[in-house]
């Protein structure tokens, strides 16, 4: 798969959010009115979102993009999300009542960015069949942790009249096979209406910022990843630079131990973005 190469478009300074508002206006009644999965529609598929840093809320394609993909699906009963930013072991699970505060695991931006709610139904009945499936008694659930912005910010482009119950479950360690295991203890709530979303970034360098010629690395790196996985740290091209560090790769292979076939893989967004390759994934 190429990835398909684009000038970074700046970010506005003024109004943050302002793209996520004219989202709102516009797409809330579909959101509302999308049908809701039924067993005759077959497992939901599994993903992987490169989720973005909380200002690419105000990127309006970045946004449609997310929102075109998740309308695409029938509507989940259920999301189960796998963020780069909760690493905890053993496996965990975050709060699941209604409303649950959002977990603002970010600094340096506009203050507005930690205002925007985005509170989610009960969850309480997923995070029950949770605690069946992780295999742990009992899995221990953060009362104080809700979705963190690596969970929240695409779902709000995905879902957002915030209308699916959502559980976000922690990585237990970055590696390979314990993720590629914690897929497959999902991968039965395919065949119940529950959408499993694993959501890092395909690269994730910030070295690109201040040395565009290094976006050569982010893109080679890109364009190999969905083809060979598991030993992506001592074969893949310009690793070093595309993941310095591993947490933003590897929700990709919980998302391919949820599938039924790996090798389904297909792109379903592939532009760059600030030298940074913005691939999300569907798997079946």
């Given amino acids: 798969m190429t990835a398909k190469s684009s000038l970074a478009?700046?970010?506005?300074?003024?109004?943050?959010?302002?793209?996520?508002?004219?989202?709102?206006?516009?797409?809330?009644?579909?959101?509302?009115?999308?049908?809701?999965?039924?067993?005759?529609?077959?497992?939901l598929p599994s993903l992987f979102v490169s989720h973005g840093a909380p200002f690419t809320l105000d990127d309006p394609r970045w946004l449609g993009d997310l929102f075109d993909w998740a309308c695409s699906m029938p509507k989940p009963r259920a999301v189960v999300v796998i963020s780069a930013h909760w690493e905890r072991a053993p496996v965990a699970i975050s709060r699941a009542e209604a409303g649950t505060p959002l977990h603002y695991d970010f600094s340096g931006f506009h203050p507005r960015y930690k205002t925007l709610p985005y509170a989610t139904p009960d969850a309480t009945d997923l995070a029950r069949r949770l605690t069946g499936l992780l295999g742990r008694t009992p899995v221990h659930a953060f009362a104080d942790r809700g979705l963190d912005h690596g969970a929240f910010i695409p779902l709000m482009a995905m879902y957002p009249a915030a209308d699916v119950p959502v559980v976000q479950v922690s990585m237990p360690s970055?590696?390979?096979?314990?993720?590629?295991?914690?897929?497959?203890?999902?991968?039965?709530?395919?065949?119940?209406?529950?959408?499993?979303?694993?959501?890092?970034?395909?690269?994730?360098?910030?070295?690109?910022?201040?040395?565009?010629?290094?976006?050569?690395?982010?893109?080679?790196?890109?364009?190999?990843?969905?083809?060979?996985l598991a030993d992506y740290r001592t074969k893949a091209p310009g690793v070093a630079v595309a993941h310095p560090t591993a947490e933003h790769f590897v929700p990709l292979l919980l998302a391919v131990g949820a599938a039924d076939e790996p090798a389904s893989a297909v792109s379903a967004i592939d532009h760059m973005v600030l030298g940074n390759s913005t691939r999300s994934v569907q798997l079946t």
């Fill in 9 to 43: 478009r700046p970010f506005p300074s003024q109004a943050p959010a302002a793209a996520y508002d004219d989202l709102l206006a516009r797409v809330l009644p579909q959101a509302r009115e999308q049908r809701v999965w039924n067993p005759s529609d077959g497992p």
């Fill in 174 to 228: 970055l590696d390979t096979g314990a993720l590629l295991e914690l897929g497959a203890r999902l991968r039965p709530l395919r065949e119940e209406g529950v959408l499993v979303l694993g959501s890092g970034f395909m690269t994730h360098s910030f070295a690109v910022f201040h040395r565009p010629e290094l976006a050569a690395d982010t893109t080679a790196f890109d364009e190999w990843a969905v083809d060979a």
